[in-house]
T-cell receptor
Framework: RKEVEQDPGPFNVPEGATVAFNCTYS??????FFWYRQDCRKEPKLLMS???SGNEDGRFTAQLNRASQYISLLIRDSKLSDSATYLC???????????FGTGTRLKVLA | ETGVTQTPRHLVMGMTNKKSLKCEQH?????MYWYKQSAKKPLELMFV???????ENNSVPSRFSPECPNSSHLFLHLHTLQPEDSALYLC?????????????FGPGTRLLVL
């Protein structure tokens, strides 16, 4: 089983739609969680950290479910500029590693 | 911009060449990283430096040799690479090496090995 798994997509959604991605992780000792965004042929950029209580930043909401070992990202009122690949990142205590998922590709259509 | 720069942005090299990738961070960070991103694969951590000391070597072949002369600069020396080493090589930095620290990525060097 992969350490971090994501549905590669693509998720094709119309502008204004709400879309959600999940990311599952295999190590129950995982400590910190992040969502990064990567545009085509660009570097990954931090979108948001994921806190145990869930957190929101504008149209973006991140949730953590430790019991089921997954994190989620919800995007409301999708914009064309949200089109990108969303990378799930998990870290585990005792290592320096950021473990990345392969990413979920989102296309927001006009 | 993230404050992490990488040169060159694109590199084509033969299997017998020796080249170096350079990364520089202008953020005052203490930790720097090299990652490899291949098509349809997740980013793979290669090396971690914290306060100029290598703290992680993620089973990377010896044809990749990192160097960190100071906390602002990181190099990846390449020699006798294989075609399967063609990938995007990303440098990142963070304030410290704690797992909670955000990592900031450079734009990457897109490497093609012929």
């Amino acid at each position: 089983r992969k350490e971090v798994e994501q549905d590669p997509g693509p998720f094709n959604v119309p502008e204004g739609a709400t879309v959600a991605f999940n990311c599952t992780y295999s190590n129950s000792a995982s400590q910190s969680f992040f969502w990064y965004r990567q545009d085509c042929r660009k570097e990954p950029k931090l979108l948001m950290s994921v806190y145990s209580s869930g957190n929101e930043d504008g149209r973006f909401t991140a949730q953590l479910n430790r019991a089921s070992q997954y994190i989620s990202l919800l995007i409301r009122d999708s914009k064309l500029s949200d089109s990108a690949t969303y990378l799930c990142v998990v870290t585990t205590s005792g290592t320096y590693k950021y473990i990345f998922g392969t990413g979920t590709r989102l296309k927001v259509l006009a | 911009e993230t404050g992490v720069t990488q040169t060159p942005r694109h590199l084509v090299m033969g299997m017998t060449n020796k080249k170096s990738l350079k990364c520089e961070q202008h953020l005052g960070h203490n930790a720097m990283y090299w990652y490899k991103q291949s098509a349809k694969k997740p980013l793979e951590l290669m090396f971690v430096y914290s306060l100029e000391e290598r703290v992680e070597n993620n089973s990377v072949p010896s044809r990749f040799s990192p160097e960190c002369p100071n906390s602002s600069h990181l190099f990846l020396h390449l020699h006798t690479l294989q075609p399967e080493d063609s990938a995007l090589y990303l440098c990142a930095s963070s304030r410290g090496d704690s797992l909670q620290e955000t990592q900031y990525f450079g734009p990457g060097t897109r490497l093609l090995v012929l």
